[in-house]
């Protein structure tokens, strides 16, 4: 059963780079597209970006200009890094993996997430 | 980029009665590519509803979806008591794939 585990540091004072890391426990990264996404707090759902494992990424505009996403083939793992932030950047982030089927042209969703990593930025 | 809205933005209902929430999309796409999830406080969200109908797997009877073009609707038929949550839609029908911004589900 595919698990995703996530970490990185949860406390960055303001213009700090964010980074964490997403890894794929008992699955490959072929065949999904691996997403971000973060939650601000009392706040709804919003969508960073996703990358496949080939490493093509395709990020909000809302935040491509401070988003970088990658992925480890040889570890499973994938990873994000949000650079410049601000206290509006205080969110629960998750990692998720997105399945489409291009074929089919069905999207079968966000079907498995990790277990949310809360990052505040303070000074 | 397509906008998704949510409503209504509370739905105060008994356990037992018929829950219908609303997502309605700025442009048309294909109804394959909406998801809907459930999220409980403290927990992330889980997966219930892929294109647009077919329920996630584990995913009791009493969740439905439907709907295309830009209309789509998450039907819960008796609310449980566990079923209190926020519901969010999502698309994949633009490169940015956008939530709406939830529906409060909340005993009344």
């Known amino acids: 059963q595919v698990q995703l585990q996530q970490w990185g540091a949860g406390l960055l004072k303001p213009s700090e780079t964010l980074s964490l890391n997403c890894s794929v426990d008992?699955?490959?990264?072929?065949?999904?597209?691996w997403t971000w996404i973060r939650q601000p707090p009392g706040k709804g759902l919003e969508w960073i970006g996703e990358i496949n494992h080939s490493g093509s990424a395709s990020y909000n505009p809302s935040l491509k200009s401070r988003v970088t996403m990658s992925v480890d083939t040889s570890k499973t793992q994938f990873s994000l890094k949000v650079t410049s932030v601000t206290a509006a950047d205080t969110a629960v982030y998750y990692c998720?993996?997105?399945?489409?089927?291009?074929?089919?042209?069905?999207?079968?969703?966000?079907?498995?997430w990790g277990q949310g990593t809360t990052v505040t930025v303070s000074s | 980029e397509i906008v998704l809205t949510q409503s209504p933005r509370t739905l105060p209902l008994s356990p037992g009665e018929r829950a219908t929430l609303s997502c309605r999309a700025s442009k048309s796409f294909s109804s394959s590519y909406l998801a809907w999830y459930q999220q409980k406080p403290g927990q992330a969200p889980r997966l219930l509803i892929h294109g647009a109908s077919s329920r996630a797997s584990g995913i009791p009877d009493r969740f439905s979806g439907s709907g295309s073009g830009t209309d789509f609707t998450l039907t819960i038929s008796r609310v449980e008591p566990e079923d209190f949550a926020v519901y969010y839609c999502?698309?994949?029908?633009?490169?940015?794939?956008?939530f709406g911004q939830g529906t409060k589900v909340e005993i009344k």
């Open positions: 008992g699955g490959s990264l072929s065949g999904y597209s």
């Open positions: 998720a993996r997105a399945h489409f089927d291009s074929w089919r042209h069905h999207y079968y969703g966000l079907d498995i």
């Open positions: 999502q698309q994949y029908g633009s490169s940015v794939r956008t």
